[in-house]
């Protein structure tokens, strides 16, 4: 038997990987949901709403990716970029999912260019994140987003709600 000192001690080399090739892609129109299930469906109206909306936004281009973690980005007219995340609700389990994908996104040698920050763009809190506390003005998963997942290795991530063809933030 090993000791405990011993045991994690060790250099631990993980396998490699194998990966599918990332894809970029810019739109130039709105895009089809790939199933018809809503969270999928939330994300093609999320990057349609993007895309149709880009003059109104400042977004000067709408990407679209694949194999590369986030879902997209966007491209500001001030040229800064933006990695997006679409969550269709947000508690604390994909507020945790979607910090580690922008972080791990952050990491990658893959990543086709820089970013200054992500914004992840949902459709409604769920479970306790949806309460509001009487002594609050807002609800629960604001001040837990932005207390708790906001800053990513020194980078902001934003919370944006994407609803009834409103977008809004804290």
Known sequence: MYTFSELISRTIVPEAKGRHKPIVHTLSSRIEPKTKQAPGVYEAEVFSFLFANKEELGIKAVMKFTALLVDGAVELTDGTRLAVEVKFRM?????????????TFLRMDARPFPVAGGVVIFQEFQGDWQRQAASRLLLNGWTEWYQGHA???????DLLRFHAGILEGF
Not at 92 to 103: S, V
Not at 151 to 157: E, K, W
């Open 91 to 103: 508690n604390w389990q994909k507020a945790c999912q979607a910090e580690w994908q922008f972080r």
């Open 151 to 157: 800053d990513v290795d020194g980078f902001r991530l």
